[in-house]
């Protein structure tokens, strides 16, 4: 079975930093686009970053040279380096592939289940 499994989240104060990883389990063959999404209490889910197989990055701008997403292909990871964080970053984030290919599956749209991120003033 294919799973994306994040961690890395946690209760961290304003100004610091924090690591999410995102691992891709099961048997693979490759992973299309990958990126993290978040979602606030009572917000909708926003796009935070993403990152082609060849590794061309974009970011939503709340978080443009405070992020930084990347990816091993061989681990079938994708990470997000949170640098300088404020407390309006508290959300659960969640990891999405864009398609995952398989001997056994062909997924699209997939989702982790997400990891709480908590930044205190």
């Known amino acids: 079975q294919v799973q994306l499994v994040e961690s890395g989240g946690g209760l961290v104060q304003a100004g610091g930093s924090l690591r999410l990883s995102c691992a891709a389990s099961?048997?693979?063959?490759?992973?299309?686009?990958m990126g993290w999404y978040r979602q606030a209490p009572g917000k909708q889910r926003e796009l935070v970053a993403t990152i082609t197989s060849n590794g061309i990055t974009n970011y939503s701008n709340s978080v443009k040279g405070r992020f930084t997403i990347s990816r091993d292909n061989a681990k079938k990871t994708v990470y997000l380096q949170m640098n300088s964080l404020k407390p309006e970053d508290t959300a659960v984030y969640y990891c999405?592939?864009?398609?995952?290919?398989?001997?056994?599956?062909?997924?699209?749209?997939?989702w982790g289940q997400g990891t709480q991120v908590t930044v205190s003033s």
């Open positions: 099961g048997s693979i063959y490759s992973i299309g686009d």
């Open positions: 999405n592939a864009e398609w995952i290919k398989g001997p056994a599956v062909w997924l699209t749209n997939y």
